[in-house]
């Protein structure tokens, strides 16, 4: 199951290619904070987040990772 933020976040893929920062830096705006802890959700856990969403949503071939 893939949450309002999460979709939110890819948003800007329906409309192109988008790197990887930038959906880091998306998804930091849409979830700003921990929604349990209230502190500010650090990069590399915003990294992580989105790295496990894509790397699932690429094994149903929804998204295409490349490297550049």
Known sequence: EIDAIALGALWPLFEGTQSF????????????????????VPVDIARTMLRELLLFLEQYLYVLLTVE
């Open 21 to 40: 920062e930038n959906l880091v830096q998306r998804w930091l705006q849409l979830y700003p904070r921990d929604l349990i802890t209230l502190e500010p």
